[in-house]
């Protein structure tokens, strides 16, 4: 029963982030099916997807050529180029964490529950609360390895479908406290 509670909530977490892209049903089939719709449909020609694509192409070439050999240790000239790019900012600071593996993610747990001792070596700390729930917080992307450790200590399903989240661009189901 836990394992279909766990599934319905991790696809509804995926059809919430669907929707907050402003993706419609239609969308999302032609882009997980590849079929294309009838005239007028939102998918793009092939020749209008390779323009695309050669495009971008171009510009990661650029962005490659001028930061090749540059060090980046901040993240500030991998920001500045986001930014170019039109990305707002608050998306370029999460994406820069997380590219520098300092996002944290959090997730709403039972005292008791996140109270349980966790590795030093795996980056997860508890922040218990006054009403009985605490955060627990996990720094940086977490690898397959650190999800089957979590799993294997008891606190996997906590994680479970935070794992989908720190393996996305952060911020579009747990965003990073």
Known sequence: MRASLAETDRFADEVEAVLAAGLTVAEVDAVLTATTGPEGSTVPSDAALGSTLTGLRAALRAVYEQTAQTADDKGTLTGRQ??????????????VATLLGTAVYAVEVANDVGSRPYPADLPV??????????LLRFTGPMTLAQKQRMY????????GSTYGSCSRVPGTSWPPR
């Open 82 to 95: 986001l930014s170019l790019l039109g990305w707002e900012p608050a998306r370029v600071e999460q994406a």
């Open 125 to 134: 700390r508890f922040e218990p609360g006054p009403d009985g729930q605490g």
């Open 152 to 159: 294997g200590l008891g606190s996997g399903e906590l994680w």
